[in-house]
């Protein structure tokens, strides 16, 4: 059996889901890392619903199951909706766990998510600098284009057909 500590950030990582606009991971995952069959983690959290509030915890629906299902490579063996835990879902799962094991995944995970926090934070910075400097150089690229325009003029001076001045003769 894996340890947690035979996981690398990486694929902790890559359990982690985006699924109604929150960061979670579902309970085959959990159950992996916690050393217990989904089974019995479903059964300690039905025991305990009060402690999964909507915000900790909640079961995809039928669209989701079957878009979600389509997108992983296990899909034949998932056969039930998951449950999907948030952070706080799943600091929750290991109180009522309550093993040393269920402690040492639970720091790791929440380790992950405060790393996932800081990375978005950074990335965030990042974005609104390149959108800075997109904004300078849009704004730089109007006045460059003008420049070239009036250099255009300059240099290939077009030719007005001016109305001569001076006698006319009857033969024009």
Not at 124 to 140: A, R, T
Request: one cysteine or more; proline letters at 2%; charged letters at 30%.
């Amino acid at each position: 059996m894996k340890t947690i500590t035979n996981y690398t950030d990486e694929a902790l990582l890559n359990q982690i889901h985006y699924i109604r606009e929150q960061k979670v991971m579902v309970d085959s995952d959990l159950a992996v890392l916690y050393g217990v069959e989904t089974k019995k983690l479903k059964q300690a959290v039905r025991r305990n619903m009060e402690r999964f509030p909507a915000d900790f915890m909640f079961e995809m629906d039928q669209k989701e199951f079957e878009n979600w299902r389509s997108q992983i490579v296990t899909s034949n063996a998932l056969r039930h909706k998951p449950f999907c835990f948030t952070e706080q879902g799943v600091t929750m799962l290991s109180c009522i766990l309550n093993s040393p094991r269920a402690i040492e995944v639970n720091i790791r995970i929440i380790r992950i998510f405060v790393k996932m926090r800081e990375m978005i934070s950074t990335h965030k910075d990042i974005l609104l600098k390149v959108e800075q400097i997109e904004n300078l150089v849009n704004e730089h690229d109007g006045d460059l284009q003008r420049i070239f325009k009036a250099l255009n003029q300059l240099l290939n001076p077009r030719k007005k057909s001016r109305v001569k001045i001076g006698y006319k003769t009857g033969s024009a």
